[in-house]
């Protein structure tokens, strides 16, 4: 689907002018005539972006900003503000307002719709995250002001050195962000031992435009920068540059002559925006990390463990080493629960877990695999090595009884452990589970509270 | 991080060249003499590209690209194969070994960079999927290849009819898959009401290409097209438009003069990472899903529910229109459980749960709350329709008794609601929960089995 504009003008002709300019991508247009209009529409059709004009009959264009920016059903839909006007003031009083960007007619057609372009993939990508997590979060302007606060680090990056600490200067007194300084080179080789920066902006003059082009598309194919908001000064902010960067992915473009309020204003509303994104990112992560945990003990579930075990079955194929799997399982739980009640039995399991994991490697998976049985499996780990690792668990679990908490009882738990080892490339992970799960057995009905290691079948 | 590359080539030189080339962009570079080695080293290093000379001592590259396909932990590493051949059956091998890219001596230092940086992101954008649903899936070629199989749509744009149709018909005997041509425009208007093809084949001449650079810019800032591979048809592959296109997010380039057969695999092979990725992302979804959904009723859970009641505040407050909340709870659930047991309990809850979002609205929110509550939010309803919904749910719940699946027992279930209404802008979701959990409070304490409406408290 094209990407759906609102354009706010009282004076059709504009209308007309600017519809015709955005005709060639075919976007669906609509229109208003004055700022009600304007507002009623965006809450109704919530558009992918406004283009607004800075005079409308009823209320100016930057008042009209404001409104959308204060409800919440808009606050977060893109604004171009159009305006006759080329005064840097205005200029930044639309910024301030929450527009996204600000163009002075005559309005470069280019420059529109690379514009465009980049505001409405900007909007997918954010959209798109917020699709995914819709119900973690209602982040918006309001955390992200909050956030506001908060220090960033911003690298400005040029292949001239006294450029940059011009720039590094002018902005000292406008914020209290970190500013970095780097060359085009020490950029390439300088973010990979610490934190890349949260926004760049990458300063070109007439002659290093097209090094600089390059640079930004070479940070947009890394995994540490490709996040990264990127602002482009350059000297010509309308010509086929900027173009350029934009379709390149850069987030915003800047003129040489821009002054050092306005540079830091666009600066920390990119910041702004890589801290929203991040947010979202970390809350679908939170999500998914849900999925795979077991909420009463926060191990791994069984949905996380069973593909795990392919993968660790798949890496010991590749390296030639062996593997090991256990399944444990709690001895006569159903008397803990039966005689001290659902809470007791929870809290036995919950501590269980916590000893098995924290008598094991990191390296070893460890997942509930049940109501009262558990997985293991120990990546590069010997038949010897896995049975001592057994033993050591199967003592940690004996050796201190548990506190019911609320209570005064304590119960001791033990475990009975099945261990299985793969032993040439041709054991499947199902096999192993089956292995270990018929030594478990053994345990089990050899009297429980012991390790049993499943005898090889070849 | 910059990638890391393994170049692999038995002649010293050539592999000094090829890394003075890559220098410019600080990638970590990795060697290997001959074809052993770089298995070796592509397993335990898992580089993020491999470039390998098509002549290695032990074996010939392409065989070597091939042992990197079967292999699990390298299947899915990027593969150039450069080769002092310039013939087109030996690149259809290296091609249909798996290789990602065959390039000829001599190498065009900005093309590799390019091509570098394309693979590079494209893997990236993967990794990230993967990571976020490793748990989920083992997605890799295997299961890819069997999505080989069925029919995919590819669209073939160009400016010049002639063309589009040439190249379709000369598909025709290569692919079972559909191909559709298309004009630039009818593109930029055509994907709005159908589904998007799985792969654009973007067909540019010598006077056509800045055209067609621009459509590609335009098809990668929409949502419909963002994820979907684009192929470049250019006059020169090796110029300018070609750098210029990879870093606008071209997946893939072939020349004028691509043969029938060559083009057809590249597309399937587009086609194939475009189902994979796909495959990904429907997997993070599940997990997001997982993540919301109350495993025994499909409801939504608490976690989900109260963020998206905020939501349906935030609109309420836009349209000024009321929204109604409800706090139900079945009666003298624990009976059942200590009667029946806890699998009856569960079907109880299972089938109640059924019968409330049966008889609602699908833009109504329901959600299990707790064990055996469940809230309910209504966007849109006065007090009236909240009252008669209630009803109608509590009604329903009564009416028919439930069976107890393994049993011949029926049980009859009964239901209290506590109604509230957010009638004035000032209403936070949090106190009308409360007021409906005290209209519930007086549901039960009035005899169970009844619809209580919150009094208003001013």
Known sequence: MAGRILIADNVATNRIVLKANLASAFYDVSQSADGAQTIRIAIKESPDLIILSSDLPDKCGITVCEALRRHPETREIPIIIVSSSSDPNTRLLALKAGADEFISKPIHEEILLAKTRSILRARGAIEELRENAPSFTDTG??????????????????????????IQQSLANQIRDRVETLSPDAALKGFRNKTSPDVILLAANSTSASEMLRLLSELKSRQDTRYT??????????????????????????????????????????????????KLRENVQDGLRMAVIDPLTGLYNRRYALPHLKHIANRAKGSQRDYAVMMLDLDRFKQVNDTYGHAAGDAVIREVAERIRASLRSVDLVARYGGEEFLIAMPETSLEQARIAAERVRRIVEATPISIPGTNHQITATLSIGVAIADSATQTPDDLLKRADSALYVAKSDGRNQVSVSEHTH
């Not at 309001?142 to 450029?163: C, K, L, V, W």
């Not at 010509?236 to 987030?251: E, F, K, Q, R």
């Not at 915003?252 to 050092?260: M, S």
């Open 141 to 166: 302007f309001a955390e992200a002001s909050s956030g506001f606060a908060t220090q960033g680090q911003i690298a400005i990056i040029s292949a001239d050195p006294a450029r940059t600490e011009t």
């Open 229 to 278: 908001p990127i602002v482009m000064l350059l000297e010509n902010p309308h010509g086929a540059d900027a173009i350029s960067a934009l379709d390149l992915g850069a987030h915003d473009i800047v003129g040489a002559n821009v002054n050092a309020e306005e540079l830091a204003l666009r600066l920390r509303t990119q910041l702004k925006r890589k801290r929203q994104a991040d």
